[in-house]
């Protein structure tokens, strides 16, 4: 194992964690990398896989408490340790082309 924690168990307590839920909560047996990930596609991927987990609200409620910066806690997204909605992608957005033939 290496010396990285699960977010399951950073919530819950390491012991906790293996006891209770270690099969059954994707983030201590999937990629860790994906809760934490930069592409919005990717971390709406580990909020469905969150979806199931049966300490979801324990997750996000120890997430709150300790004021996580950033990342996916019970099925939701964190950044600046506030739940947002959805990340945006890095960098301005696109300015809208116009069809000069439609001017």
């Known amino acids: 194992m290496s010396g990285t ?3 399951c168990a950073k919530s819950i307590g390491l012991e906790t964690c293996r006891r209770k839920t270690l099969p059954a909560v994707p983030c201590h047996v999937g990629d ?3 809760w934490f990930a930069e592409s919005p596609v990717d971390l ?3 909020k469905t896989l969150c979806a199931e987990c049966p300490i979801r609200r324990e997750c996000l409620a120890a997430a709150l408490d300790r004021g996580e910066p950033w990342g996916v806690w019970g099925g ?3 950044e600046r340790g506030t739940i947002v909605a959805r990340k ?3 960098g301005r957005p696109r300015k809208h082309e116009q069809n000069p033939a439609a001017a």
Do not use: K, T
Request: charged fraction near 40%; charge should be neutral.
């Open 5 to 7: 924690m699960s977010a």
């Open 32 to 34: 860790p990398d994906l």
């Open 44 to 46: 709406e991927r580990a």
């Open 76 to 78: 939701e997204i964190l």
């Open 88 to 90: 945006r992608p890095r």
